[in-house]
């Protein structure tokens, strides 16, 4: 509801509402693409080791720079990376707000293509910078001769790109990632969140990151590493694009707590991302059922699949919720996206789907 006007809130932010995906207690949770395979007792014991002695250091402020989490991180990445190299936060949220304030702000100007992640131009309202948004084309992919018209026209500070993209799923061709670095004035940031769901043979940005110094790739470990709770975003860039973060970080922005959990994942990143196979099989056998019951689907890298089209979708996913299955009323009008859960949660999401569309 629009803010009162006795708050003397910015009035470009008087009508907004805060982002946030519906939080239902429902038998089947689908709509924030979480992991739904939990760490093992192992890994939690080991986190909880880790949580446990820096405990009685809580006193004091943590590692500003987080060293030994990025060197964990680097290390994860490859590539050649150094702790130089690489950035932390919490989540990937906060490290794309802190790329903008470094590299947006007011007289500047943000590109991305949508459908994309609703919460880009927010980070650009929040930062006071231009927000502009090409389009993609029918498929979701890339349209790369109009995205080069519209960086020659706009001549952006920053271009988000995002792969695989959130609603849709689409991972980047590399090609049109290249073509972009390559005219983009400004700094790039390639959004890879869902990056370790792609298909195998799928590049990540990161092969290009010692050939263009003014590239960002993001990452999360809320997907793959099933630590959304734990909320650790990060970014691998040139060194001196990591010292232009640290200037607009807040002070002691990562918690001792956050350090050491997201440091015990890490050493367990075998177990973490041992799921990831099974969730894109049951990704491939869901949109290829989708498909059989004569939906329209588009082409998945992630853990979510977007799906349509239909003439009232409230209408579907509330049939569904009624159902105890909560998936994600988002992107493209017409179109729903359903997150990938264990073959249970998948089988009641056919299910209700079939009662709600029959």
Avoid: C
Avoid at 76 to 99: C, F, I, K, P, R
Avoid at 353 to 358: A, H
């Amino acid at each position: 509801m629009p803010v009162p006007d006795w708050v003397p809130i910015r009035e470009e932010l008087r009508d907004d509402e805060p982002y946030g995906a519906p939080q239902l207690d429902v038998p089947v949770q689908l709509n924030t693409n979480e992991n739904p395979y939990g760490p093992s007792e192992e890994t939690a014991r080991d986190i909880a080791d880790s949580v446990l002695r820096v405990a009685t250091t809580l006193n004091r402020y943590p590692d500003r720079e987080a060293t030994e989490l990025r060197t964990s991180l680097a290390a994860y990445l490859g590539h050649g990376l150094t702790a130089d190299q690489v950035w932390a936060a919490n989540g990937s949220n906060e490290v794309m707000q802190q790329v903008l304030q470094a590299f947006g702000g007011p007289g500047r100007t943000a590109v991305s293509f949508a459908p994309t992640y609703s919460m880009y131009p927010e980070y650009a309202r929040n930062t006071h910078t231009r927000w502009v948004a090409g389009r993609r084309r029918d498929d979701f992919g890339i349209d790369v001769d109009a995205a080069l018209e519209l960086i020659a026209a706009e001549k952006p500070d920053v271009v988000i790109l995002t792969s695989p993209n959130n609603p849709t799923g689409s991972a980047l061709d590399p090609a049109h990632t290249r073509a972009v670095l390559e005219a983009a004035p400004g700094v790039v940031v390639v959004d890879e969140a869902y990056a370790e769901f792609r298909r195998d043979g799928t590049p990540s940005a990161l092969e290009l990151l010692d050939k263009f110094p003014r590239l960002l790739v993001t990452r999360t470990m809320s997907k793959a590493f099933a630590l959304a709770g734990g909320r650790l975003g990060y970014v691998a860039a040139d060194a001196a694009i990591i010292d232009a973060l640290r200037i607009v970080r807040l002070p002691y922005h990562l918690s001792a707590v956050s350090q050491a959990a997201a440091t015990a994942a890490l050493r367990h990143r075998d177990e973490l991302l041992a799921q990831v196979d099974a969730l894109r099989t049951t990704r491939d056998e869901t949109a290829d059922w989708l498909r059989a019951e004569g939906f329209e689907v588009a082409d998945s890298d992630a853990n979510f699949i977007l799906f349509g089209r239909f003439e009232d979708r409230h209408q579907v996913w509330q049939g569904l919720l009624d159902r105890g299955v909560l998936i994600r009323e988002v992107g493209p009008l017409g179109w729903l996206r359903v997150s990938i859960g264990t073959p249970q949660d998948m089988q009641a999401f056919r299910t209700a789907l079939q009662e709600v569309t029959r």
